[in-house]
């Protein structure tokens, strides 16, 4: 599925003013999606087109009959109900920018979602948060060699060189974990996003997930005497010399070039997980979101105010919020604390 799915002016050639009208509404109507959202989207679009191919039926506009067998046959290969759903909101998409009508909404399409739902169920598997304490944990080995600023195997004594790859993945850890951020957000910081106070750090959040629009967010860090959040981070751009640009960049083999791309989301996830690993955790259930939710699940454990919480986290419903503080109170009014 393309951005350029709006309606086609068909006859005579259109003037150039209304063709290139047409092209700047193109270009809006495929701003009003994120790229991650876009790109998820187009993937499933060409899912849905190639099934439809191969059964020999028209995906555009679909019958209720195709959605609904191409919606079972997923369910049959084992696909979790949120990956369905998403599914079915890419085809309403691109039937909504041809302008014709999808039928997501007629009730053997509804029927069949039911019945999946009922099926393969609609719990969430969560992954596991990365707690104050984990944390901690996670990057307790790596400290000796960050107070050194080592790297052994490629310096000598006299002019030592600083252990990037230890310092940067310290910093973004921490910083991801104390402004709660989305790995999407995490890896879009530039220098001129921070903002050093003498109190801590002020992240200015420019757009995310839940704020494509742009109006932006200040998130306040404070120093810490723990974790220490803002003083990873200074380390980190001071060593790689990061005046501007993007804060968070690929470290080229060997682990002493700085490259000047920005670092991707994935990478985040690669980076939690081999942390977890080496602290004894089981990888797998770590994510990229893993920093975020143990913001939270650290801030609720500690008796923190729910607004509180959300003006880190920005979190815009209270009964998102509930779902943490339910798993951080499942050993504290446990009924059988005091006698087993």
């Not at 979790?80 to 009730?107: F, N, Q, W």
């Not at 050093?196 to 109006?215: L, N, P, W």
Request: proline residues 4%; positive net charge; glycine residues 8%.
């Amino acid at each position: 599925m393309g951005d350029e799915g709006l309606p086609v002016v068909s006859g005579r050639a259109a003037p150039i003013e209304l063709a290139d009208a047409l092209k700047s509404a193109t270009d809006y109507a495929a701003a009003s999606k994120s790229d991650a959202t876009r790109r998820a989207y187009r993937s499933d679009w060409t899912d849905f087109t190639r099934w439809c191919e191969s059964a020999g039926v028209e995906p555009l506009p679909a019958s209720p009959a195709t959605l609904a067998s191409y919606l079972a046959q997923l369910a049959d290969r084992g696909k979790k109900v949120s990956t369905i759903r998403r599914r079915v909101s890419a085809i309403a998409y691109a039937h909504r920018l041809k302008g014709v009508s999808c039928p997501h909404d007629t009730e053997p399409v509804r029927a069949v979602l039911s019945g999946i739902r009922r099926k393969i169920g609609v719990a969430v598997t969560r992954k596991a948060p990365a707690t104050a304490q984990s944390l901690s944990r996670m990057l307790a080995p790596r400290r000796s060699r960050i107070s050194k600023s080592l790297i052994s195997e490629s310096s000598s004594a006299d002019q030592p060189a600083p252990d990037f790859r230890a310092l940067r993945d310290r910093a973004l850890l921490l910083l991801g974990f104390a402004a709660a951020l989305r790995r999407s957000e995490l890896v879009a910081l530039d220098v001129a996003d921070l903002e050093f106070v003498e109190r801590g750090v002020i992240v200015h959040v420019r757009v995310s997930k839940t704020d494509q629009e742009g109006a932006g967010a200040q998130i306040a860090i404070p120093n810490g005497k723990k974790l220490k959040p803002v003083a990873a981070l200074r380390a980190w751009l001071d060593a790689a010399a990061i005046a501007e640009g993007p804060v968070f960049r690929p470290i080229g083999k060997g682990g002493r070039r700085i490259l000047a791309t920005r670092l991707s989301g994935n990478a985040v996830a690669t980076i939690i997980k081999h942390y977890a690993a080496a602290a004894g955790f089981d990888a797998a259930i770590y994510s990229g979101h893993s920093m975020r939710a143990g913001f939270v699940t650290s801030a609720l454990d500690r008796g923190a105010d729910f607004f509180a919480v959300m003006n880190v986290t920005r979190h815009r419903d209270v009964d998102t919020l509930r779902g943490y503080d339910r798993r951080t109170r499942l050993f504290k009014n446990h009924a059988g604390k005091d006698f087993l």
